[in-house]
């Protein structure tokens, strides 16, 4: 009981930390203006994929067998991993940094819990609904928020799109999340599944850092922003996913990483200027408290079981 307790709050801040390191991406990518969403969401999740493969080659080698007994488990992480990327930078571009990250990490919990319940059959429990409406609420706060004080009628279209991308970039992310588990839980590990997973996604994304990524090479600045998205958000966030997958549902971890959005939104406007009205702000604080809700067991039950 002690141990499952501990692993499950190792996974726990392994999640919350990854969360931190996914919310200095829109931020980060507004250091390379000249740079297109497309490039950006190729080097970060492509490059970053590679070098997850690249660690974890002995153990993808070692587990080859079972990759080829699941090989249409891992095939559909791996597309999920292409396409999300592509998605999420696509539509911070078009509705601002607050409003891309929040419909794609907001929309992922529940999405998530759609495709656990349609494919696996599990039922969530009451408190985890609870607390995934609070962060819900949350994220459609914070959205309401940014957008009046940024959206215009002739950026209404554009926003429209970056949410319809957000919503694309929720389903990928959620995805993803629940092949990698189901690897694991087929007998692979936790770094050969994300290895694999994130390395074949890589390559998939490469087409499209040959096609769009020559800005990159413009000039250091770029060069250093597609450098930090590949290895600190991506490679070592990811690395922190993963291993957390292999200790809390995927239901839960994406929940958790309703954080990102308001890390997102505070760098946003401590760092590119941004203003967020105290709508946002009451937003952010319900994400802190649906993060509190799901995260802290309840003493009369021991951990709380996120499906049941």
Not at 20 to 27: D, I, N, Q
Not at 165 to 194: D, E, N, P, V
């Amino acid at each position: 009981m002690i141990v499952a307790r501990r692993e499950r709050l190792l996974g726990i801040l392994a999640v919350l930390f990854a969360s931190v390191l996914w919310g200095s991406t829109g931020t980060a990518a507004t250091f390379a203006p000249d740079v297109s969403p497309l490039a950006i969401g190729a080097v970060a999740m492509g490059l970053g994929g590679l070098l997850q493969a690249l660690i974890s080659a002995k153990s993808i080698i070692a587990s080859r067998h079972r990759f080829l007994q699941n090989w249409r488990m891992l095939l559909t992480g791996a597309l999920a991993v292409g396409i999300y990327p592509l998605a999420f930078y696509a539509s911070m571009h078009l509705a601002g940094v607050t409003v891309g990250t929040v419909i794609s990490i907001g929309s992922a919990p529940l999405l998530s819990a759609l495709i656990e319940f349609s494919l696996d059959g599990q039922r969530l429990s009451r408190r985890w609904m609870t607390g995934a409406a609070i962060g819900v609420a949350g994220m459609v706060l914070l959205c309401v928020a940014e957008s009046a004080g940024h959206a215009t009628r002739d950026q209404s279209s554009g926003v429209i799109a970056g949410i319809g991308l957000g919503l694309i970039a929720g389903l990928t992310y959620a995805l993803y999340s629940w092949a990698a588990r189901h690897l694991m839980q087929r007998g692979i590990g936790s770094r050969a599944a994300m290895g694999a997973t994130f390395g074949l996604g890589g390559v998939f994304l490469m087409p499209v850092l040959f096609a769009t990524g020559a800005p990159l090479l413009a000039s250091w600045n770029n060069a250093a922003v597609g450098a930090y998205m590949a290895l600190i958000p991506m490679f070592v966030g990811y690395v922190c996913f993963g291993y957390a997958l292999a200790r809390i549902p995927a239901s839960m971890a994406t929940t958790i990483t309703l954080l990102e959005p308001a890390v997102a939104a505070v760098l946003a406007v401590l760092i590119v200027g941004e203003r967020l009205p105290a709508l946002g702000w009451t937003g952010i604080g319900l994400v802190v408290l649906c993060l509190i809700f799901i995260t802290v067991p309840l003493k009369r039950r021991g951990p709380l079981p996120v499906s049941a």
